[in-house]
């Protein structure tokens, strides 16, 4: 699970309410990451528009992320390139909640 993923890098991690969809629930909970959502999926045939597409609206104006698995293979992340140079950039605190500044990415 991504959750597991999360946590041996050593992050806070649990499982959202991943039934309910929308910003008020998360597939991941990540206390360090608040400012980022994150789109998790784990099927075999993933239309990444489609996901990157949900993880946009559900995050709410937040940075979001897709991560992503299939059977027998390692985990991938995909964001959008603005926010992979803004990461590169400005490190961590690109994640950082802020009262009152989202980003659009």
Do not use: Y
């Not at 360090?32 to 784990?42: A, I, P, S």
Request: glycine share 10%.
């Amino acid at each position: 699970m991504w959750r597991d993923e999360l946590r041996a890098a050593g992050f806070t991690a649990r499982r959202g309410q991943q039934f309910a969809g929308g910003t008020d629930s998360p597939d991941v909970v990540v206390e360090e990451l608040k400012g980022l959502h994150q789109e998790v999926k784990f099927v075999e045939s993933l239309n990444l528009e489609n996901a990157c597409a949900q993880a946009q609206r559900d995050g709410g104006g937040k940075p979001w992320i897709v991560a992503h698995k299939r059977s027998r293979s390692g985990w991938k992340v995909t964001m959008a390139a603005e926010l992979f140079f803004r990461l590169m950039r400005d490190g961590m605190e690109t994640f950082a909640e802020t009262a009152g500044k989202t980003a659009t990415t």
